[in-house]
């Protein structure tokens, strides 16, 4: 069966800090898709990002940037110069190929932005 | 164009009790999957409907069940309520399988 780690429980910064979030995940299948979303107090979870197992290659989109690296099975993600609104649970999850709209989710990593 | 809708938002409930819970997609998605997020157990997934047949269930007792309509509209029901079950249930609904999913606010539910 599949599984994400996030050692991390909680992480406090102080803003505009750079701050990166891990996530490790498990499984024997070799193709999959992971992912990244973000959930404020307000509780709805929000998509950040989708990457196929076949595509290694690092993304940025603004203050946000993923490391994918199948060899250590790490989806790793970087927020850069952090802000207050950053604050927020982060989860990574899995869905393997053919296995629908199943996520498998870490635990979570709270994400606590100091001014 | 309108997010994931789920009613009640919030429930509050007896043991013994039952529940629906109900949640419409966007629009066009044919894919509506549900959660259940504890303090204890995290996120866990429930169960996925596309085009009202059910693809996917989680590891969870038969007192937990859903439906999808021709609408794409989903439901899901708990029978004979546990305190356990006080849980954010989570819809989320895709366009397509294993792409990315969108949530809804969830229902917040108590058992007393």
């Not at chain 2, 439906?67 to 356990?84: D, H, I, K, Y």
């Not at chain 2, 849980?87 to 990315?100: H, K, P, Q």
Request: charged share 20%.
């Amino acid at each position: 069966a599949q599984k994400v780690t996030q050692a991390q429980t909680e992480i406090s910064v102080v803003e505009k800090e750079d701050v990166t979030l891990d996530c490790v995940y498990e499984t024997r299948d070799t193709t999959y898709y992971l992912f990244w979303y973000k959930q404020p107090p307000s509780g709805e979870l929000v998509f950040l990002i989708r990457r196929n197992s076949f595509d290694e290659q690092n993304e940025i989109s603004g203050r946000y940037s993923w490391n994918f690296q199948k060899s250590t099975s790490s989806f790793n993600f970087t927020i850069t110069a952090s802000q207050v609104v950053d604050s927020a649970v982060y989860f990574c999850a899995l869905i393997l190929t053919g296995g629908g709209n199943k996520l498998t989710f870490g635990t979570g990593t709270q994400l606590k932005v100091e001014l | 164009k309108a997010g994931v809708t789920q009613t009640p938002r919030y429930l509050i409930k007896t043991r013994g009790q039952q529940v629906t819970l109900s949640c419409s997609p966007i629009s066009g998605h044919r894919s509506v999957s549900w959660y259940q997020q504890t303090p204890g157990q995290g996120l866990q997934f429930l169960f996925e409907y596309f085009s009202e047949t059910q693809r996917n269930k989680g590891n969870f007792p038969g007192r937990f069940s859903g439906r999808q309509f021709s609408n794409s509209r989903s439901e899901m029901n708990v029978s004979t309520l546990e305190l356990g079950d006080s849980a954010l249930y989570l819809c989320a609904s895709s366009l397509v399988l294993e792409g990315e999913q969108f949530f809804g606010p969830g229902t917040r539910l108590t058992v007393l």
